[in-house]
T-cell receptor
Framework: DTEVTQTPKHLVMGMTNKKSLKCEQH?????MYWYKQKAKKPPELMFV???????INESVPSRFSPECPNSSLLNLHLHALQPEDSALYLC??????????????FGPGTRLTVL | AQTVTQSQPEMSVQEAETVTLSCTYD???????LFWYKQPPSRQMILVIR??????QNATENRFSVNFQKAAKSFSLKISDSQLGDTAMYFC????????????FGGGTRLMVKP
């Protein structure tokens, strides 16, 4: 299994809603990532988990709350979002730092619209 | 800090012809990895090719090859025998080992393959 899956594919939510994005991989990767991507722009790193521990938080607002329940799962909990948070949210995974084959494998993304 | 620059926001090529996408980067590191990722309109980011900086030989993957010029900090992607399915956004990316596998992306080049 060389796939990163993400659910849902599309999500529309109001500014007062609470929702979660889910990411899953079964490649034995121990590093997982959340990115935010606006149209026609490169992905922007939000969070990095290494061995299920948050290792990097790129100064993301607290209305985004990541969670890594186990080595295969990564969640992004959303609360009180703003319309400018509308974007494609990408999940990725890789082998940990220090291994030669460390490229990131990306999921298909969740298209989020905040009304 | 590393920066990655893709100077061609958009390019087009006729089917079956060859096209080269440019990428330059700035770093003081000697050991690093470079990647080209492809993101078709369906949006899933796919790794096209990778290059380790310590390897002098240019990487090739079927119709895709790179011209890695370490001294010039240049990493161009050549696509031979272009196919309609090559239409996509192409992102050049830099990774410094032992730094959380964090990717620094260029701004992207939108490639259109015309029939």
């Amino acid at each position: 299994d060389t796939e990163v899956t993400q659910t849902p594919k599309h999500l529309v939510m109001g500014m007062t809603n609470k929702k979660s994005l889910k990411c899953e991989q079964h490649m034995g990767h121990r590093a997982m990532y959340w990115y935010k991507q606006k149209a026609k722009k490169p992905p922007e790193l939000m969070f990095v988990y290494s061995y299920e521990k948050l290792s990097i938080n790129e100064s993301v607002p607290s209305r985004f709350s990541p969670e890594c329940p186990n080595s295969s799962l990564l969640n992004l909990h959303l609360h009180a979002l703003q319309p400018e948070d509308s974007a494609l949210y990408l999940c990725a995974s890789s082998h940990p730092t220090g291994l030669s084959y460390n490229e990131q494998f990306f999921g298909p993304g969740t298209r989020l619209t905040v009304l | 800090a590393q920066t990655v620059t893709q100077s061609q926001p958009e390019m087009s090529v006729q089917e079956a012809e060859t096209v080269t996408l440019s990428c330059t980067y700035d770093t003081s590191e000697n050991n690093y990895y470079l990647f080209w990722y492809k993101q078709p309109p369906s949006r899933q980011m796919i790794l096209v090719i990778r290059q380790e900086a310590y390897k002098q030989q240019n990487a090739t993957e079927n119709r895709f090859s790179v011209n890695f010029q370490k001294a010039a900090k240049s990493f161009s992607l050549k696509i031979s025998d272009s196919q309609l399915g090559d239409t996509a956004m192409y992102f050049c990316a830099f990774m410094r080992p032992n730094a959380g596998n964090m990717l620094t992306f260029g701004g992207g080049t939108r490639l259109m393959v015309k029939p």
